[in-house]
C-alpha cells in the first residue's frame, strides 16, 4: 500500500512533472476550445517531441492536456455555438442558448465543476475497477457494436427539435456522408463517382467546423443588426445548492461516460450523447426546456465526457486496447518509450499504473484552476459586435478545417457544409444528429460486416446471436426500449401541442 501511494504521488512530489502536467492541462484547454485542433491532434503533435524524454515527463504531459482538451470543447460549444471537439456537440445544445441570454459565465463555471465531478469519478474508476471494466468491454462482439451504433442513431430523436422524423433524416444523412470513401472491408470506392479526392472519405472535423461555424454565421447574419447580449460574469462559481441539486445526474451520466469510454473505439462523443438523452428521461420537470438553455443539458454531457477520460484509459492500460483514438496515439507512445501495455503491464511494472492514475488527478485538480480563469475574457467573445465576430468565426473555421491535414479540400467541405447546414436550419431540421451520422455511421457498417463474416452469411443465425448471448440480448432490449419509449415520448409532446 505505501508503495502504491509512493507510485500515485511522484508526479506530484517533482517539481517538473507537476509543471509539466499543469502546462498540458492549460494547452489543452485552449487548444480543444479551437474548432479543427482535436485533442488528437495536439497529442500526435505533443509525442513528436517527447521521442528523447523520459517516460514519466511524457505521461504527465499527455495526461494534462487530454484532460484540458476534452474540457476545452465545451467553451467555444456554449460562447460561439461551434463545438471544440465532437464530445461537445450536446454541451452547444442547451450551453449557446445559456450565453444568448447572457449567462455565459454561469454556464462555463458550472461546466468545469461538473467535469472536475466527471473526471474524478472516471479516475476512481480507473483506479478500482480496472480489471472488471475491461473484462466487460473485453467481450463485447462486433454485433454488440453494431447495436450501440444504431443505438446511438435513433438517440438523435433526443436532439431533433420538434419532429423525430426530421431528427432521423438528419441522422441518416450523416450515415451517408460518413459512407463515402474506400469500404472498409474490400477497398472498393464508395460514393466517390471517379473522383480520386474523394477516396480518403471526408473529415468529420471539416465537417463540423462547417455545420456548426460557418451555418451559424449564415443564420446570424440575419440578427446582424441586433446588439450583442452583455454577459453576467459577476458570479462564475455556481453556488454548493446548484451543484448539490444536480450532483445525483452528474453521478449517473458520470457512470455512464466511464462504461462507455471503457469500450475501445467509443469514445466521449457516445458517451456525452447516451448521458444527454439520459438527462432528458430522467429529469420530468426542468426549469428550462432542453434545447433552449436547460442547466441539465449542460451538467450531462460534460461530467460524461470528462468521466470517459478514466474509461478509455482502463482497456488501455490492462488490455492494450485504446478505449478512443487518443489513448491510442498514447499506446503508440508507450512502446516508444519501451513500455508495453496490456495484460501484464500491471503485474511487471504496476508503478507505472498508479503513475498515471497519479497524473491524471493532477490533471483534473489544474483543470478546476485553470477552468475557474479566464472565463471573463472569453466571455467577451459574445459581446463582440457581430460585424466584428461573425468574420473572426469564419476566419477561424478555415484555418482550424485547413488545419487538419493541410489540405485546401477540406476547406472547401467545410463551406459547402456550412451552405448545407444553415438551408437545415432554416427548414428546422437540427444539425448535431448529421455529425453523430458522420462519426457513428463507419462504426455501424464495420461492425455489421464483421458480425456477417463470423455468422459465415447466414442471416439466421446473425439474427439467433442477438438472443444466444447474454450480452447482446441485455443491449437489444435496451434498444428496444428506447425506440418504445421514444415513440411514446413524442407522442406525449404531440398531444401537448395540439
Known sequence: MSETLGFFLIPWLDPQLLMLTAAGTLAGIYIGAIPGLSVTMAVSILISFTFKWEVNSALALIAGIYFGGVYGGSRSAILLNIPGAPSAIATALDGYPMAKRGEAGQAIGLTTIISVFGGFIGILAL????????????????????????????LVGSLSGN???????????????GSVGLDPMTAEPRFTFGNLQLTAGISYVAAMIGFFGVAEVLAQLHELKLKAIKQNVSKIIPSWSVVRKHLPLATRTSAIGVVVGALPGAGGDIAALMAYDHAKRS????????????VEGLVAPESANNAAIGGAYIPMMTLGIPGDAVTAVVIGA???????????????TPHLFWFTVGCLTL???????????????????????????????????AVGAYAISNNPTDVYWMLGFG??????????YQVGPVILGIILGPLMDRSYRQAMISAEGNVGQFIGEFFTSPLSAIILAALTFTIVSQTRWWKRMRHRAA
Open 127 to 154: 483506479a478500482l475497477a480496472a480489471p472488471a471494466v475491461s473484462e466487460l468491454a473485453l467481450k463485447f462482439a462486433p454485433r454488440d457494436y453494431l447495436m450501440l451504433a444504431v443505438w446511438g442513431i435513433l
Open 163 to 177: 419532429s423525430l422524423s426530421k431528427g432521423i433524416f438528419a441522422g441518416a444523412l450523416g450515415v451517408l456522408i
Open 283 to 294: 429529469v420530468k420537470n426542468p426549469e428550462v426546456p432542453f434545447g433552449e438553455g436547460a
Open 363 to 397: 490533471a483534473n485538480i489544474f483543470l478546476l484552476v485553470f477552468g475557474l480563469t479566464g472565463i471573463k475574457l472569453f466571455a467577451k467573445i459574445v459581446e463582440t459586435p457581430k460585424s466584428m465576430l461573425l468574420p473572426l468565426i469564419l476566419v477561424l473555421s
Open 334 to 348: 508507450m512502446y516508444i518509450h519501451g513500455l508495453k501495455p496490456g495484460p501484464l503491464l500491471m503485474v511487471e
Open 419 to 428: 451552405v448545407l447546414g444553415y438551408f437545415l436550419k432554416m427548414y428546422g
